[in-house]
């Protein structure tokens, strides 16, 4: 099991954070951001979560998962 989280963000800051900043819309701009260092793990944890939600919420299924 990897680490939970990536204390050397040095690597991320000219890919992760970059893109992360060209989000236009800032709570999805905010919530990547946050994202940025996580390990594997707690990012497949996310998207499970983030699937939930949508279920939660009556949302369709994004289309990239199917």
Not at 47 to 63: K, V
């Amino acid at each position: 099991m990897s680490t939970a989280v990536d204390l050397d963000l040095v690597r991320y800051r000219a890919t992760d954070d970059v893109l992360a900043c060209q989000i236009s819309g800032k709570q999805l701009r905010r919530l990547v951001r946050t994202t940025v260092g996580l390990s594997d793990e707690s990012i497949e944890l996310l998207t499970q979560l983030s699937e939930r939600l949508r279920t939660a919420e009556g949302a369709l299924p994004d289309p990239a998962m199917i």
